[in-house]
Each structure stands twice: as C-alpha cells, then as structure tokens.
C-alpha cells in the first residue's frame, strides 16, 4: 500500500473525528425519507401485473368446440420432474383411433412449477395460468381431478383454439378423427 | 391530616399524569419508529390497522396481552418472573424529576405545588443514573434466568456494555454539573434560560458540545439501541435476553426499552439543550400578553426536543449496522472515555478561570 502523505493522513482522522461516513449514511436515509417513494404493494388490496409467461397453476384446455384437447399420451407424466401428474389412458368408445385420458390427477402440493409438462405436450393441452393465490387450509384441496383442472383452464383461457384439423389441415394426422375431416376439394 | 392526603392526592396525580403520558408517547414510539424505519426503506410501515396504520399498537398491545405466558423449562421462576419488573420500573421511575415545563409554583389549598415536575429532590441527576443502572439488573437476571444460551449471551453482553457506556454517560454529565453547580434538574434546566446561546451545548466559558456528543453516543448504546443493540442482536442471538419472553413479560421488557429512550431524551433535553426553554429569550406567548398560558410554550418547546431525541434515534437505526463486541468496548474505553474526562478538566479550568475574572 502506498503511503499516505500526511495530508491524507490528516484527512481521513478529521472524517473520524467528525463521522464523516456516519453523516453520509444517514443523509442517504435522510433523503430516502424526504423523497417518500415506496416500492411497497398493498398487496391484497392491489397486484401486480404478470407477465404473460408467468408460470402460475396448471390448467387443461379444451378446443373451441368444447372438447377436451387432451389425448392422453402420458408424456406431461414422463416429463415430469416430481411426479405430480398421473394419466389414465383410454380409448375413445367407438373411435379406435383415437385415445383420451379417462382420468387425470394433479398433485399440487408437489408441483414446482417448472412447466416441463406444458413443453411436453403434443398437442397444448396444458397450460400454466396466472392464478397464484392457491393457499387452502387443507392439503388435500390440492389433489386436483381432471374436471377442477379443466375448470381452471377455463376460466382462465376463455378464448380457445380451433381442433388441430381445422388448423392444420395439411399437417394434422395425430388422434384425428378422419370421419370428421373437411373433405378437400377435388 | 388533610394536608398529607391532600399532597398525596396531587402527587398521585401527577404520576398518574406522567405515566399516562409516558405510555402514551411509548405507543407512539413503537408506530413511529416503524413508520420511520419503512419510510426511509422506501416502506411502507404498518398500513393494515386502522387508516394508515395509526391503530397499530393497539392491536400490537392487545395481542401481547392475550398470549400465552410460557416459563421455560428449567427457568428460574422467580427471577423470570422478576426480571421484566425490574427492567421497566426504574426506566419509568425516572421521570419523577424530569422538568417538563416551567418551575412556576402555584397555591393550591394553602400547598405550594410544581406543577411540572413531580419530585424536585436536589441529586436528580444522580437519582436518575442510579435507577438506569438497576435497569441492567432486569437484562441480567433476564437473560440468566431463561435457561438458554441465547438470553445468557444477550445478558452477558449487556452487563459489559452498560457498565461501559455507563461511565461515560456520567462523566459527560459532570461538565454540565460543574458549569450549573446543582444535581437537581430544575435548576440546571432554569440555569439555562434566555436563549439557546446559554444552553449548555454552546454555553460561555465551556461549551459542552463534546460532552453532548459524548452523552448521546452512549445513551444509544446504554438504552440497547442500534448500533449498539449486541444485547439483542437479532442475527446472532435471537432475540437476546427476552428470547425466551412472551406475551406481557415481553411487553415489559419492550415498554422498559422505550421508556428508557424516552428517558434519556428527556434528560439530555434537561441537560444540554436547555429542557423547556424556548431558543429565544422569553416566550411569545408572554410576549404578547397570554402571559398564564407562557407554559404551554415551554411544554411544547421540551417535546419538540424529546421528540428530537427520539427521531435520531430511529435515524441512527435505519442507518448504521451492528458495530462488532470488541469495536463496541475500544469506542467506548479509548475514545469516549477520553474525551469526556478531558472535557471534565477543560471545563472545570474554565469555570475556575471565569469565576475568578466574573
């Protein structure tokens, strides 16, 4: 270390004497003070905006037709990480090609909110919402069924897509019912 | 007969006055030193209670007061139970010779009364540093008789960092004496009158302004305040001595800390800053012929400097960080020490020097 000449030296034992730090301190607080800007939310009086890929609770989707766009392939419960998803898979009655989840369980009490699941779907049949205020009293509330999901996804996506045939009219060959495809002009 | 029970009514009155008084500003306190802190956080403080949160240490005081009172087990039950007692009874003990307003007397059944101070007893001062010692006493037995290493260690600490501040809070106080030659409050805040250049901060021949600094340094670290709050530091020790406090016993403890505040405010206001006369000779009020209502004037004025004090102190926390044990014993053995008992001889030779030309 250089050393320091005895101006410095005198210096910096006047700014001990007179706690000249000390006094930058609190004029910096008193300044906080004087120009009076929370940063604080109300919080349940007022929210924040989120933003839109704010990874909030799960949801499943329906098509606009009502429809449930899940097609029970299994890979939201192989994707993820803390086994919160289990997936009953069945048959359409009556339509071999085509396969739907008879039953569906979410155990959010396990759930990380990583939204591997949502990248693993196929065909976007989940979602993750912007409902965050989630806390009940009993932890068994959190053991969702497929129609309380279904429930969330929509309230929360009111407006919802068009069947993938519909949309893809080229493209889309995966549990698609080929009876009710629009027929392509000759 | 009717004479005793007569001033023991008015005396009882006038505590009942004080206390009531205190208490209310102790309520206060415990909002405003939230409301403060948060404001100079960028806070918002308590918003919930009440509009803007002014109910708040109401609902503080009621949830105190309905919970439950757990003795640790293996805890000394009798000093547990003593130590929140005789934490807070010297710190609101004190008040009884704090001047708040002008030392007029006035006749009242044939007794002379001081409306103003409850007790004027001529070793005020020393009565009042007698009293904050045996507050330690309530931090110690505290800290000792919760059976927990936590509370000890607050305790331990605070027994080592009383005794050193307290030093130093009496040695800034002799200058003081020696220039108002009494102990007793009344005649060292009456001594001060005529303006703020005969307060004894910037008085002639010895301005104790030294001595000021001095004695508010330590009356921080004497009433566990931050920066010197090692007693109670919440990040290595819980919560200190009262760790294992809850419900009333907690409260006691907390009201003896504000109180104490309030307590050394009020003296350093009596002491340095002229206690309740106005920094101008007179009053206006007297000035403009409202000569009997000249003693709100100095009541406000004796507040205004309390209230002071007490800003500062919320200052100082919202400022500084914990200082560390052994920075805390060097301040205050190699640097307050010194100054204060050079601040002694500076002023007692001035005092001789001036008596002998005055």
Known sequence: ?????????????????????????????????????????????????????????????????????????????????????????????????????KEYYMDMTRCLFCGMCVEACPVDALAMTREFEWAVFDKRDLQLNKQQLLAIGDRSFPVREKRLELQHQNVAFFNVAFTHMPQKPK | MTELSLRLAVSLAQIAAVMGIV????????????????????????????????????????????????????????????????????????????????????????????????????????????????????????????????????????????????????????????????????????????????????AFPAPQIFAFVVYVISAVAETNRVPFDLPEAESELVAGFFTEYSGMRFAFFFIAEYANMVLVSCVAAALFLGGWNAPYPGTILAHIGLEPFAWIEGVAWFTVKVYGFLFLFFWLRATLPRLRYDQLMKFGWKVMLPIALANIVVTAIAMYIYNQFK
């Not at chain 2, 102790?26 to 960028?42: F, N, P």
Request: aromatic letters at 10%.
């Open chain 1, 1 to 101: 270390m250089a050393q320091a000449t005895t101006s410095e030296r005198f210096i910096t034992w006047l700014k001990t004497m007179t706690f000249y730090e000390l006094l930058v301190g609190m004029k910096a607080t008193m300044s906080h003070l004087i120009h009076y800007k929370p940063i604080t939310l109300q919080y349940p009086h007022e929210k924040r905006t989120l933003p839109d890929n704010y990874r909030g609770m799960l949801a499943l989707l329906r098509y606009d037709d009502e429809t449930e766009k899940c097609v029970g392939c299994d890979l939201c419960e192989a994707a993820c990480p803390s086994r919160v998803i289990r997936v009953v898979s069945a048959e359409v009655p009556g339509e071999p090609t085509k396969r739907y989840s």
């Open chain 2, 23 to 202: 208490m209310l500003t102790v309520m206060i306190l415990t909002l405003a030193e939230r409301k403060v802190l948060g404001w100079m956080q960028d806070r918002m403080g308590p918003m919930e209670v009440g509009p803007y949160g002014i109910l708040q240490p109401i609902a503080d005081g009621l949830k105190l007061f309905f919970k439950e009172d757990i003795v640790p087990a293996g805890a000394n039950k009798f000093m547990f139970s003593l130590a929140p007692i005789l934490a807070m009874v010297p710190a609101l003990i004190g008040f009884a010779v704090i001047p708040f307003g002008p030392s007029e007397t006035i006749e009242l059944f044939g007794m002379t009364i001081k409306p103003f101070v409850i007790s004027d007893i001529n070793i005020g001062v020393l009565y009042i540093l007698a009293f904050a010692s045996i507050g330690a006493y309530g931090i110690i037995l505290g800290g000792w008789a919760s059976n927990s290493k936590y509370s000890l260690l607050g305790g331990l600490r605070s027994a080592a960092q009383i005794i050193s501040y307290e030093l130093n809070v009496g040695l800034a106080i002799v200058g003081v004496l020696i220039m108002a030659g009494s102990l007793s409050l009344v005649k060292i805040t009456d001594a001060q009158a005529g303006g703020f250049w005969h307060w004894y901060v910037f």
